[in-house]
């Protein structure tokens, strides 16, 4: 390898690739490596050029090409196109390795192939001056966008300090908006009271409606219990009277028929006690607000807990009833912030009604038909769902939309309060911001889908 070629390396090459990659900000140090590794190379090739050898050349060549190269693969992400000018030093030093190594230890292959040898050098010669225009013109574009965005940084600021300017003449005309705004407030407050006037003689309708469903539905058992209680005094004079008799003449028959029915009166009394407790325990349960926490619960575990909770208690008063439960729980289903008790209650109260609604329909169908109960979970991108699903009597069409009213129920008279599904409701959708939907279809089944915010 003549003296020439690495001359030219370190005379062109090198000071190129500093200005390209700017390497005296960048890479300082590799900048010092690149400038007293030039003067060492011209050194040396000096030395060749004195005792006329050729043995310097090649590992100065190599040695200058690794000290570009590498600057350029440290700012391969950093500087545009230096991945270009890396891919134009590395060919050059291959093929010129190449090269040097068939020409000193295959010195007869490399005669006989010096035309092809020859043909590959001046290709990567002019291959890599070709990437050397490319990578600079690529450059020179670089740096002309690069000057078109200061350019553009500095109109954003003439742009920002007309804004400023804008932003002083609205304060101006906003301080005259605030005191037309405090004028239509005075108007406003008067409004609102108004409107909260109207509201109140709404409330006070509707607290009538209300009053009158409460009257309605604990009448019942007061006149159970008023009657009861008169007929029991009416006994307990007759047997008072017995009780006055001789003993020679006392009836113990009918003294024993008599306090038997004092006793079936008492508990029938004290049976429709507890039905008009359980209505004002329900009251009472659905004007109050829950002072509970949300904490989170797996609801799988609780709907499992409250699916079995409510079939065994169903199973302790009619030992003849069986059903099939079926749950379909997404294990996926992380825990969500609810209260306890409360969201427990609303599992509840869906469950009972299910069974009660399978119940039904074993009775009056009970030939050719499984009651059914299915309890499912999932975690959606909606939310998280839960549903309570039945093949019980369903719900007249006519009957849906009353559903979630308080105190309507579609049990018979003394079965039930309704208020189970309006408390469910409210729990669901005040405290804790769901929603609780009804699909039913009469004679096929029920379906209650509870919507909970998963986050």
Known sequence: MSFILPFLVAFFLLPFVQKFL??????????????????????????????????ISPPVFFGLLILVAYPAYLLKEEVPNARLLFWMIVPLGVVFFIDNLAEYWMPRFYENYDLFFQTAKSIVFVLSFVLAIIARN????????????????????????????????VAERTAEITKQKEELQQALEHLKATQEQLIQSEKLASLGELTAGIAHEIQNPLNFVNNFSEVSVELLEELKTERARPTEDRDEGLEAEILDDIFQN????????????????????????????????NLNAL???????????????????????????????????????????????LINNAFYAVQARSISQPENYMPTVTVSTQNTDQGIIIKVGDNGTGIPEELKSK???PFFTTKPTGQGTGLGLSLAYDIVTKSHGGTIELDSVEGEGTTFTITLPNH
């Not at 300082?28 to 050729?54: M, N, Q, S």
């Not at 078109?148 to 804004?163: C, D, H």
């Not at 439960?325 to 912030?337: A, I, Q």
């Open 266 to 297: 008492l508990e029938k009394i004290n049976h429709h006690g507890k039905r008009a407790s359980s209505i004002v325990t329900g009251m009472l349960q659905h004007s109050r607000a829950s002072t509970g926490k949300k904490e989170p619960v």
């Open 403 to 405: 559903i979630f009213q």
């Open 303 to 349: 709907a499992d807990e409250y699916l079995r909770l409510s079939y065994h208690g169903l199973r302790a008063k009619d030992k003849s009833f069986n059903a099939k439960m079926n749950t379909f729980f997404d294990e996926s289903l992380p825990k969500v912030n609810v209260i306890p008790q409360d969201f427990g209650r609303v599992l509840l109260n």
């Open 22 to 55: 700017q390497t005296a900000e960048r890479l300082p140090e590799w900048h010092d490596r690149i400038r007293i590794g030039r003067l060492i190379a011209f050194g040396l090739l000096l030395v060749e050029v004195v005792t006329d050898g050729e043995k």
């Open 138 to 169: 690529q450059q020179r574009e670089f740096n002309k966008q690069r000057q078109k965005l200061v350019q553009e940084e500095e109109n954003n600021r003439i742009l920002e300090a007309k804004k400023l300017d804008l932003e002083y003449q």
